[in-house]
């Protein structure tokens, strides 16, 4: 396993960064995705009310392998757009995770006080404008630590996406075994470096909790 890490650190260099890369772009725009959905959530409009509800039950209900194939079939049949198969993957991972962002993000705004959003609106500011300023501010500190942990989860998911002939970390374990024959090394090489990638993102997710519970 350490001769193929050594022999083969380029491949799987250019794999951890791309995994890395796609996971914070993919985690980004779920954050903007979730952030829609929340306000859906959280607004008075039972219709939009409904459309959160729908669609993060749909994206949980179903497996992230099958929303692959769907934007990927999907975007050439009925867009007739013919993507690059990391930007089908980008789109799938994102989709997935805003739906649970959404939920990150809703129960962040939920745990602000509500004197807060009172307390705006009393100064004379809009609804739309506490919740800006005030509300989700005092949010982002809540939900933090948990975004975080978001995007570790995303790393560890992606390894889906190598189905459709995306770089990743998974893809290039298969690359090298393919060369090598060595197929249970190659796993154990990949499964070593997302176990360091990980556990390295989680220790400094947890410095970060412990940094805000001091400051409160």
């Given at each position: 396993?350490?001769?193929?890490?050594?022999?083969?650190?380029?491949?799987?260099?250019?794999?951890?960064?791309?995994?890395?890369?796609?996971?914070?772009?993919?985690?980004?725009?779920?954050?903007?995705?979730?952030?829609?959905?929340?306000?859906?959530?959280?607004?008075?409009?039972?219709?939009?009310?409904?459309?959160?509800?729908?669609?993060?039950?749909?994206?949980?209900?179903?497996?992230?392998?099958?929303?692959?194939?769907?934007?990927?079939l999907?975007?050439?049949?009925?867009?007739?757009?013919?993507?690059?198969?990391?930007?089908?993957?980008?789109?799938?991972?994102?989709?997935?995770?805003?739906?649970?962002?959404?939920?990150?993000?809703r129960?962040?705004?939920?745990?602000?006080?509500?004197?807060?959003?009172?307390?705006?609106?009393?100064?004379?500011?809009?609804?739309?404008?506490?919740?800006?300023?005030?509300?989700?501010?005092?949010?982002?500190?809540?939900?933090?630590?948990?975004?975080?942990?978001?995007?570790?989860?995303?790393i560890?998911?992606?390894?889906?996406?190598?189905?459709?002939?995306?770089?990743?970390?998974?893809?290039?374990?298969?690359?090298?075994s393919?060369?090598?024959?060595?197929?249970?090394?190659?796993?154990l090489?990949v499964?070593?470096?997302?176990?360091?990638?990980?556990?390295?993102?989680?220790?400094?997710?947890?410095?970060?909790?412990?940094?805000?519970?001091?400051?409160?």
């Amino acid at each position: 396993m350490l001769e193929l890490l050594v022999k083969y650190r380029g491949l799987f260099l250019q794999g951890a960064l791309y995994t890395i890369g796609l996971s914070f772009v993919s985690v980004l725009m779920g954050i903007l995705i979730g952030l829609v959905l929340a306000f859906f959530r959280l607004s008075k409009a039972k219709i939009l009310n409904l459309i959160s509800t729908a669609y993060i039950e749909l994206i949980r209900g179903t497996p992230l392998l099958v929303q692959i194939f769907l934007v990927k079939l999907g975007s050439y049949q009925i867009f007739n757009l013919d993507l690059p198969d990391i930007a089908i993957g980008i789109i799938a991972v994102s989709l997935n995770s805003g739906a649970y962002v959404c939920e990150i993000i809703r129960s962040g705004i939920s745990s602000v006080d509500k004197g807060q959003m009172e307390a705006g609106r009393s100064l004379g500011m809009s609804k739309s404008m506490t919740m800006r300023l005030i509300v989700l501010p005092l949010a982002v500190k809540n939900i933090l630590p948990a975004l975080c942990n978001e995007f570790v989860t995303v790393i560890k998911e992606t390894s889906i996406i190598s189905y459709i002939g995306v770089t990743d970390l998974f893809y290039i374990a298969n690359a090298v075994s393919s060369m090598t024959y060595k197929s249970f090394e190659s796993m154990l090489a990949v499964a070593l470096i997302y176990f360091v990638i990980t556990f390295t993102l989680s220790k400094l997710v947890r410095l970060l909790e412990r940094r805000l519970s001091q400051s409160d």
